[in-house]
């Protein structure tokens, strides 16, 4: 069993930048290959990265490739995401994420979800 708890989150001009970080507790978090994803109202959960279980990996989605940054330190149990160069089109709840089998962009392959941390992006 693994708990995530995300912080990080809040308003921030466009332009600017927040840093989000998910705190896990449990047990082997190193085993876990570690996602964030957001949600805006109205919309599908969409992936944002996912990095694997030693962080030697990374992937982005597309839309936030070149602005996003994901790593962990498994020192701390802790899965980061750098989010520069805001746009209001960011604004969402984001969820970081836990998946035992692979590192993985599909929502279905993650086995644990943390409750989310508002992000808001004015223009």
């Known amino acids: 069993q693994v708990q995530l708890v995300e912080s990080g989150g809040g308003l921030v001009q466009a332009g600017g930048s927040l840093r989000l970080s998910c705190a896990a507790s449990?047990?082997?978090?190193?085993?876990?290959?570690m996602g964030w994803f957001r949600q805006a109202p109205g919309k599908e959960r969409e992936f944002v990265a996912a990095i694997s279980r030693i962080g030697g990996r990374t992937y982005y989605g597309d839309s936030v490739t070149g602005r996003f940054t994901i790593s962990r330190d498994n020192a701390k149990n802790t899965v980061y995401l750098q989010m520069n160069s805001l746009k209001p089109e960011d604004t969402a709840v984001y969820y970081c994420?836990?998946?035992?089998?692979?590192?993985?962009?599909?929502?279905?392959?993650?086995?644990?979800w943390g409750q989310g941390t508002q992000v808001t992006v004015s223009s």
């Open positions: 994420a836990a998946s035992r089998v692979t590192f993985t962009t599909t929502p279905q392959d993650y086995d644990y």
């Open positions: 449990g047990r082997a978090f190193s085993s876990y290959a």
